[in-house]
């Protein structure tokens, strides 16, 4: 089992900065990605961000170059730095741990709004 705990969202003004932090304890695995998906009224969950347990990074293109995921390996934690929010952020965000090795699985935190309004 993986634990996920998730900190940070708030509201925020347009133009404003929000870090989002998901801390994982548990089994996690050798070989995962962590990452934040966001879900708004209405709209399907998307992937926002993600790092694997290499390094590398992916992220929605409506986010490069505003969003930042980065991780602190010896916490076991990421961060998602989102600068220059926009009112098209708005929505609950959600740290999920993807394991593949070993025994593949998938974990979710539980939430953390983010509003972005003025």
């Known amino acids: 089992q993986v634990q996920l705990v998730e900190s940070g969202g708030g509201l925020v003004h347009p133009g404003g900065s929000l870090r989002l932090t998901c801390a994982a304890s548990?089994?996690?695995?050798?070989?995962?990605?962590m990452g934040w998906y966001r879900q708004a009224p209405g709209k399907e969950r998307e992937l926002v961000a993600r790092i694997t347990s290499e390094g590398n990074t992916n992220y929605v293109d409506s986010v490069k170059g505003r969003f930042t995921i980065s991780r602190d390996n010896a916490k076991n934690t990421v961060y998602l730095q989102m600068n220059n929010l926009g009112r098209e952020d708005t929505a609950v965000y959600y740290c999920?741990?993807?394991?593949?090795?070993?025994?593949?699985?998938?974990?979710w935190g539980q939430g953390t709004q983010v509003t972005v309004s003025s």
């Open positions: 999920n741990h993807k394991r593949f090795s070993p025994f593949p699985a998938d974990y």
């Open positions: 548990g089994s996690i695995g050798s070989f995962y990605a």
